[in-house]
T-cell receptor
């Protein structure tokens, strides 16, 4: 079956530090890949996505590149801010006749300190 | 503004009672979903609906029921048969069940606590 593995958190960084959150996946075929962000007490917001190999998704200074050869979609940001503190979820999905279902990782909590 | 509205934000239920969580969207999306989130875990799919009057079980449908009588509404009922209902429930929608190029949008969530 499909699965997503994320690095365990919490990840604690100082402001302006470089961020990497690892995400690898297992899937049959070629899924679309997503990063969602969840702020405390809120729902999930789409951060970025990539629909095919070598695509780079980017938004708000965050980037992730769809690497088919390593089945990875690592999230990066060059300089984090306190406001980036949240839980980040990696997810994959397929356009199947069974519906638009996403498989999520367990989430990685990011804490950014001054 | 367009979006997904879930209500109530917080709900307390006594054991043995059924409760219904509301989800309304004004995005004109065809597909709608319900996910459950437990602490330290990812999201798990409960039910999804691709079009009006149609819905399918997700990975953890036992103890839940849904209806899709209108395009904009997808209420979730947590029945007394659900053994561990305390969780954060997220409703979502997307334009189509075809995922490529389509994004799933989430509501703000509803906290259900069984007392």
């Amino acid at each position: 079956g499909n699965s997503v593995t994320q690095m365990e958190g919490p990840v604690t960084l100082s402001e302006e530090a470089f961020l990497t959150i690892n995400c690898t996946y297992t899937a049959t075929g070629y899924p679309s890949l997503f990063w969602y962000v969840q702020y405390p007490g809120e729902g999930l917001q789409l951060l970025l996505k990539a629909t095919k190999a070598d695509d780079k998704g980017s938004n708000k200074g965050f980037e992730a590149t769809y690497r088919k050869e390593t089945t990875s979609f690592h999230l990066e940001k060059g300089s984090v801010q306190v406001s980036d503190s949240a839980v980040y979820f990696c997810a994959l999905g397929f356009p199947t006749g069974g519906g638009n279902k996403l498989t999520f990782g367990t989430g990685t909590q990011l804490k950014v300190e001054l | 503004d367009g979006g997904i509205t879930q209500s109530p934000k917080y709900l307390f239920r006594k054991e043995g009672q059924n409760v219904t969580l509301s989800c309304e969207q004004n995005l004109n999306h065809d597909a709608m979903y319900w996910y459950r989130q437990d602490p330290g875990q990812g999201l798990r799919l409960i039910y999804y609906s691709q079009i009006v009057n149609d819905f399918q079980k997700g990975d953890i449908a036992e103890g839940y029921s849904v209806s899709r009588e209108k395009k904009e509404s997808f209420p979730l009922t947590v029945t007394s048969a659900q053994k561990n209902p305390t969780a954060f429930y997220l409703c979502a929608s997307s334009k189509s069940h075809r995922i490529t190029g389509n994004t799933i949008y989430f509501g703000e969530g509803s906290w259900l606590t069984v007392v």
